[in-house]
């Protein structure tokens, strides 16, 4: 079927329908995450933490930059400039919940941002790592956050002027040059800190004594933060192609999309690692006994070996921390139950070793004892 065309000759194909449909299925996707990682945070402790609460609100107000983005679409976003459904007002319309999209995907991706460094903080890391992260968020808030702010709130006086089609309204505008200078540097931070995030709780793990399967899980939740990292490369690519566009409405839906889905995206990528366990299952499925390992580190157990029940240290305290009292949300939450070590009266830092007996088919009156530590 061929593109109706103006008298001009001109195409009035639209791409409302290419902004709309993912950005419904991005509001969908990432609020049952944020949903799930919450609803088992508060199953654990009856209560949030402080990196709960950045990412819910966080989450919150991406869905109302997402609302906005949409009705963008409503008034015009995916058709041509010279579309004869592009009045005056409507353009106007169009621009003025451009502007409100993106002041919310700004706050909501700060604080995606800043729940994910929350939650980073309650690894155990060394002095260093912990000024990196104290560094990137300085960063992070100056670049993504007070700039932008500033650009946005003081680029225009009065307000109404960046919505302005006609200029016909009094008042002033700065040139395109802070915009720019804001749009590039914010992508870019994103993309740094993004490689930061993800990287540092890989390099955590490497340090610490897990089975293989645990660390591959770990790492499966940890790497899905570089589909952010992508996203973020792509909007810097957009933003690029878009600097010189005589049709903005239709050729700014990619940016309009990745810029959404960079928060999105952001979000459930932030709810992962309480659910590292359901990766877990999901990895050992799917993959390979050699490859996933056992749920001792470096053990080399045959297949079709006899393993006997666990025969655990137990613990001389008398009465165990209530819901309350646990660290489901720390480093702590990422382990499986086998790996985490319980408490005694005698010291908050105590050793607890757990020996596991295996009996193998070759020569079954051998037994091999591995043990298991966490400092």
Known sequence: MAVPTTPEGLPLDDRSNALKIPLIVLIIFSSIFVAIRLGINWRNRNFFLLTDHLLWTGHVIAIAGGACCYTTAVYGAGKHVWDPFMTPHRLEKQLYYVWLSQILNLYGMALVKLSVCAYIFMLDFSKTFRIMIWTSIVVHVGVNFVFPTVVLFGECTPYSKHWDVTGTKPGSCWGSEPRVISGYSGAAVNIATDLLYTMAPLVYISRIQLSKRTIWGVRAVFLCGLVTTTISALKLYEMKALADTKDPSFESVNLSIFASAEVFVGAFTASLPPLRKTFET??????????????????????????????????????????????????????????????????????????????????????????????
């Open 282 to 375: 999901f990895l050992r499925e799917i993959l390979p006994t050699n490859l996933t390992g056992s749920s001792g580190k470096g053990s080399k157990v045959s297949r079709q070996s006899y393993v006997l029940d666990n025969i655990e240290a137990r613990s001389t305290a008398k009465s165990w921390p209530g819901k309350q009292e646990t660290d489901g949300d720390s480093e702590l939450g990422i382990l499986p139950n086998e790996e985490i070590p319980r408490p005694t009266n005698n010291s908050d830092q105590a050793i607890t070793k757990t020996t596991h007996v295996t009996v193998t088919e070759d020569d079954r009156s051998a037994i091999s004892r591995r043990q298991d530590q966490w400092a």
